[in-house]
T-cell receptor
C-alpha cells in the first residue's frame, strides 16, 4: 500500500543541537510539505516543495531547513536557531492539481521535545 | 495574519445530536475548502470538501455549507457518534495553488 512515513514518532533533543526529521512517500506525489502543530494555533506551514531540487519557505521557516534531492524524500532539519522547537511536526504530500480526498495525504507525525 | 479562523477551540455535543463546527476566512481568492479530522498523535485525515461554485456538499452524516458572501463555512455532523470525538481542521486554498491554509482547529467531544 502507498503511504507517507514519518520517523521517528518521538524525538528528544538537547538545546543547541540540530535534529533531522524524516519524511518518505511512495505515492509518486510531486509536492511535499512540512507543517507544525501547536496547541491553539492549528497547522502552520514551514516549507513546501513542488518538484525535486526546489522548495519554498512557508509561514514559519525561520530556524528550519529542508532538502528535496529525491521525489520520495523531504527531510526537515530543526536547527539550534529555532527558538521554540518543541511541537508536533506533520509531513504531507499531494498530487498536482488535486486538492480533494485524493490530493493531500498526511503522515502520522513526529513529536519533538527539547530537553 | 490568520486567513482561516476557527473561533471555537472546543465543542461538546451529546451523542445522537447535531454537531456544528464553524470556520471563517478572509481571503476572497480561496476557491476550495476542506475539513480534516485529527486524532491525537496521528496525522489529519480528509473528511469532506467543497468548491466555491457550490454552497452545499453532503457525504453520509457529514454536510458542509459554504456562504461566500459571509466568507463562512460550517460542518454539520448528524447524528453525532462517540467516534467523532477528535480535532477538526478547516482548510482552504487559492485557485492554482496546491498548498492549504489551515485554521486553528476545534476539539469536538461527543458525550454519551
Amino acid at each position: 500500500d502507498g503511504g507517507i512515513t514519518q520517523s521517528p514518532k518521538y524525538l528528544f533533543r538537547k538545546e543547541g543541537q540540530n535534529v533531522t526529521l524524516s519524511c518518505e512517500q511512495n505515492l509518486n506525489h510531486d509536492a511535499m510539505y512540512w507543517y507544525r502543530q501547536d496547541p491553539g494555533q492549528g497547522l502552520r506551514l514551514i516549507y513546501y516543495s513542488q518538484i525535486v531540487n526546489d522548495f519554498q519557505k512557508g509561514d514559519i521557516a525561520e530556524g528550519y531547513s529542508v532538502s528535496r534531492e529525491k521525489k520520495e524524500s523531504f527531510p526537515l532539519t530543526v536547527t539550534s536557531a529555532q527558538k521554540n522547537p518543541t511541537a508536533f511536526y506533520l509531513c504531507a504530500s499531494s498530487i498536482a492539481r488535486r486538492k480533494d480526498r485524493y490530493g493531500y495525504t498526511f503522515g502520522s507525525g513526529t513529536r519533538l521535545t527539547v530537553v | 495574519d490568520q486567513q482561516v479562523k476557527q473561533n471555537s477551540p472546543s465543542l461538546s455535543v451529546q451523542e445522537g445530536r447535531i454537531s456544528i463546527l464553524n470556520c471563517d476566512y478572509t481571503n476572497s481568492m480561496f476557491d476550495y475548502f476542506l475539513w480534516y479530522k485529527k486524532y491525537p498523535a496521528e496525522g489529519p485525515t480528509f473528511l469532506i470538501s467543497i468548491s466555491s461554485i457550490k454552497d452545499k456538499n453532503e457525504d453520509g452524516r457529514f454536510t458542509v455549507f459554504l456562504n461566500k458572501s459571509a466568507k463562512h463555512l460550517s460542518l454539520h455532523i448528524v447524528p453525532s457518534q462517540p467516534g467523532d470525538s477528535a480535532v477538526y481542521f478547516c482548510a482552504a486554498s487559492v485557485q492554482g495553488a496546491q498548498k492549504l491554509v489551515f485554521g486553528q482547529g476545534t476539539r469536538l467531544t461527543i458525550n454519551p
